[in-house]
């Protein structure tokens, strides 16, 4: 089993910056890839940007050259998040796959006003 906890969520102003992390436990060493989500009231939750074990990283178009994915230890993810949009507004879910499955946190708050 592995446990997911999100942090770094908030308000801020479009242009703006916010880095969210993702501290995983439990069968850590049985993570493959990592990686972020979103959703947006009304909206089905969407990719924003993977990492895997092996360090390649996938981002959504959306976010490219916005967004940047880390993993900067077996258990810790983060996501830089730059030139912030009121788009970009949503719930955040770190991911981890593992024992052929995905897990899931509890979801951070992001809100970017215009």
């Known amino acids: 089993q592995v446990q997911l906890v999100e942090s770094g969520g908030g308000l801020v102003q479009a242009g703006g910056s916010l880095r969210l992390s993702c501290v995983a436990s439990g069968s850590i060493f049985s993570i493959n890839a990592m990686g972020w989500y979103r959703q947006a009231p009304g909206e089905q939750r969407e990719l924003v940007a993977t990492i895997t074990s092996g360090g390649s990283t996938n981002y959504a178009d959306s976010v490219k050259g916005r967004f940047t994915i880390s993993r900067v230890s077996k258990n810790t993810v983060y996501l830089q998040m730059n030139s912030l949009k009121p788009e970009d507004t949503a719930v955040y879910y770190c991911?981890?796959?593992?024992?052929?499955?995905?897990?899931w946190g509890q979801g951070t708050q992001v809100t970017v006003s215009s």
């Open positions: 991911n981890a796959y593992a024992f052929r499955r995905d897990y």
